[in-house]
C-alpha cells in the first residue's frame, strides 16, 4: 500500500536511497538526512498512512511495532541510558513536513522542554 510520489514510501521500497538502520516486513528505520542529535533515527511503517490523524484502528498493532524498534535501536544506539526522545509530529503547524507517519528517535544530548 504505497502512495506515488510519496517520499517515505519511496524510501521505504528502496527507490530512493537512505541509510537504513533496520528493516522488517513491516517498519523500516533509516538515518534523518538532518540530524537533531548525535542519533536521529526515523521510522516508518512500510504501509502509507499520512498522519497520526489518519490511524485506522487497524494500525495499532503497526504503530506499536514502531515503537518497539525505537525501544530495540535506543538500546543499539547506546541512548537507553540516560535517554532518549521519540517524537511524532502531526500537521503543519507540529511542524509535519513528510506526510507519511514517521516517528523520530532522538538521543545522545541532554533535550529540552518544552519543546519549540
Ligand atoms: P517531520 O518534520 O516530522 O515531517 O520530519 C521529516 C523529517 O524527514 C525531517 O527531520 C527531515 O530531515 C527528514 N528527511 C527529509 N527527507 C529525507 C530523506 N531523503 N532521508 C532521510 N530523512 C529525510
Ligand atoms: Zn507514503
Known sequence: MSESGCLFCRIASGEIPAQEV???PDVVAFRDINPQAPTHIL??????????SEMAEEDA???GKMFL???DLAVEE??????FRMVVNAGADAGQ???HIHLHLL???VMGWPPG
Do not use: N, Q, W
Not at 512500510?46 to 498522519?51: A, L, N, P
Open 22 to 24: 533496520r528493516s522488517t
Open 43 to 52: 521510522i516508518i511503517p512500510r504501509k502509507h498512512i499520512s498522519s497520526v
Open 61 to 63: 498493532e503497526l504503530v
Open 69 to 71: 524498534m525505537a525501544r
Open 78 to 83: 547506546d541512548i537507553s541510558e540516560p535517554g
Open 97 to 99: 513536513t513528510v506526510f
Open 107 to 109: 538521543g545522545g544530548r
